[in-house]
């Protein structure tokens, strides 16, 4: 099977990093791999449209041409991030404005979004320091939103969602745990 990963967060020596090359390493065990780091590929996240660059023909643009080509090869899409106030960083905001653009993602039937990423499945890992019961009751779950908005209206249907609350106030054991739990995921993914 051909992964491919889209990790946002800046940090190579934080947590959020720990559980990427747990996930690569696990999936690495039976699967071809691919990593899109959008920090360390310094990503630009703004959307600029003018004379030349039009919102009709983003499915074109050649400044994200080798990612549109990472997603159709990908048969599973890991996306591993951070929830920071309540949403997605930036860059990963600012990548699926600019790749997962209609003509290449989804396009209208009438009225209906019909989505062209058929046949592909995903992961969302996200981590916060926000305790479950506070995002539950206070904040939309970027997670969520991520699955049921874009991944679902670009035809990705078969989604899990794996989140990790309370960061900030669980301990090593805790933390250790997630991270095996992800590498086991990971190791069992396969056609």
């Known amino acids: 099977m051909n992964i491919l990963i889209l990790y946002a967060y800046p940090n190579t020596t934080g947590y959020t ?7 690569q390493q696990g ?6 791999v691919k990593i899109i780091d959008l920090y360390k590929e310094n990503f630009d996240p ?3 449209f003018n004379e030349t660059k039009k919102r009709r023909n983003m499915q074109f643009d050649e ?3 080798v990612y549109r080509e990472q997603i159709l090869w ?3 899409i890991i996306f591993i991030f951070p929830i920071w106030w309540g949403g997605m960083p930036a860059i990963l905001k600012g990548f699926i404005d600019k790749v997962f653009s209609k003509g290449f993602a989804y396009t209208y039937k009438g009225n209906l979004p019909v989505g ?3 046949n592909k499945s995903a ?3 996200t981590t916060e320091d926000a305790p479950k019961w506070y995002k539950t009751l206070f904040q939309q779950d970027y997670g969520t939103v991520l699955k049921k908005q874009v991944l679902k209206m670009s035809g990705i249907k078969k989604v899990k969602h794996f989140s990790l609350s309370s960061l900030k106030n669980l301990n090593d054991k805790q933390r250790k745990i997630f991270l095996e739990k992800m590498f086991e995921q990971s190791s069992k993914l396969t056609i």
């Open 74 to 76: 990908a048969d599973h």
């Open 27 to 32: 999936a690495e065990q039976k699967n071809t």
């Open 123 to 125: 992961w969302i890992i």
């Open 116 to 118: 062209l990423l058929k």
């Open 63 to 65: 400044e994200t041409a």
């Open 46 to 48: 703004v959307l600029v």
């Open 17 to 23: 990093h720990s559980i990427m090359n747990h996930v």
